[in-house]
């Protein structure tokens, strides 16, 4: 097992790494489930305006661009903003910082632009870094009205698959899930022959009602993803995944099978 797929106790970002590092405030991907948002729109009450969070700018407190950070193990890399285009050369900087000391796993909704430099730039650093792509449902018009900034999921393909072939270690994340049971599936059975590692699926955290009051159909959009996402749907999403050795379950899931567990161990 590598020291990128090791299991880990943590929760959310500690289950995959044992520090992150972000360069921006604000993300152009401007994803209406974000919970980087309301975590920083928490002490910046100018991040509450629709509108504001696309707006991404470099963080002046992060200047030294990872150079400051020591040995720490797997550093995850962004966490609370994506690499675009507009922000590549401080991002692979940062990504060449952090290298001297760890091992970097790179979080994104990627552009392929982006993944093309990248491949390029850290040829020499290539047992050291993984790509993790976020890819949460094949269906365009889902991640469209989710994830409004984002590359298109035929360019996050054509990422992986560009990753995959010049042999870079590979995995995906579909947390949070944006699709039924089939769809996930389809997702997985799409993206398996192009992942070196693992395929995360996760549940969607808190829905971000008062951030998205302004957005047309959120509202249906939001119980539509509460009532895909019960425990009892949950169950079924585990045992349709059942001996697929790619898979890994987010920590949202882990809960569900967790309380399932202490029922039966109850019930006995
Ligand atoms: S890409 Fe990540 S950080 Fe950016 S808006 Fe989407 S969820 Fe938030």
């Known amino acids: 097992m590598s020291k990128f797929t090791e299991e880990r106790n943590g929760r959310g970002t500690q289950e ?7 360069i921006c405030v604000g993300c152009e991907h401007a994803c209406l489930y974000c919970y980087a948002k309301p975590q920083a729109a928490w002490t910046k009450a100018e991040l509450r305006v629709p509108g504001a969070w696309a707006k991404q700018k470099l963080n002046p407190n992060c200047s030294r661009l990872g150079a400051e950070v020591g040995r720490k193990g797997v550093v995850m890399f962004p966490t609370s903003h994506d690499i675009t285009p507009n922000f590549l050369e401080p991002s692979l ?3 060449l910082n952090l290298l001297r000391n760890n091992k970097v796993l790179i979080v994104s909704k990627p552009h392929l632009s982006v993944i ?32 409004p900034g984002a590359p298109s999921i035929t360019e996050r393909l054509q990422c992986l ?4 072939e010049r042999g870079w270690a590979t995995s995906i994340s ?7 049971l089939e769809g996930t599936l389809a997702l997985a059975d799409r993206v398996d022959p192009l992942v070196t590692d693992t395929i995360w699926l996760g549940k969607m955290g808190p829905i971000q009602w008062q951030y998205n009051s302004h957005v047309p159909g959120f509202v ?15 169950l079924r999403l ?10 890994r ?4 899931i882990k809960k569900v099978l967790a309380a399932q567990e202490e029922l039966a161990k109850a019930a006995a």
């Open 16 to 22: 995959w790494s044992e520090h992150t590092y972000n």
């Open 93 to 95: 900087t940062t990504i």
């Open 116 to 147: 093309k430099v990248l491949c390029k730039e850290l040829k020499h650093a290539k047992d050291d870094v993984m790509f993790r792509f976020t890819i949460c449902s094949l269906n365009q018009d889902l991640c469209s009205f989710w994830e």
């Open 161 to 164: 698959r560009y990753a995959f």
């Open 174 to 180: 579909a947390e949070p899930m944006l699709d039924d």
């Open 220 to 234: 249906e959009a939001g119980q539509r993803i509460k009532a895909l996402q019960t425990d009892e749907n949950i």
């Open 238 to 247: 585990v045992a349709a995944f059942a001996g697929r050795k790619k898979i």
């Open 249 to 252: 379950w987010k920590d949202s």
